[in-house]
């Protein structure tokens, strides 16, 4: 009897116990920021008043909100 105990027991600890799981981070980078550094320009977050907003600098000098420069050339 004692021996059924016993092996219920260590049935349910081995069966409440998980194999650790790898954690990926699945996730896309912001394409406009994506597409500012492939224009060849570099980007910038500023902190605004409505939160955070990136600006691309491009080669020419000119600076551009991202998301107006991937509309600009993705119409």
């Known amino acids: 009897m004692k021996k059924v105990i016993l092996l219920i027991t260590a049935g349910a600890i081995a069966g409440c116990s998980s194999a650790p799981q790898n954690s990926q981070k699945?996730?896309?980078?912001?394409?406009a920021s994506v597409y500012c550094e492939q224009s060849g320009?570099?980007?910038?977050?500023?902190?605004?008043a409505d939160g955070q907003?990136?600006?691309?600098?491009?080669?020419?000098g000119s600076e551009i909100e991202e998301w107006a420069l991937f509309r600009r050339d993705h119409k």
């Open 26 to 31: 699945i996730g896309m980078a912001n394409p």
């Open 53 to 60: 907003t990136g600006y691309c600098t491009l080669p020419d």
């Open 41 to 48: 320009g570099t980007l910038k977050i500023k902190d605004t």
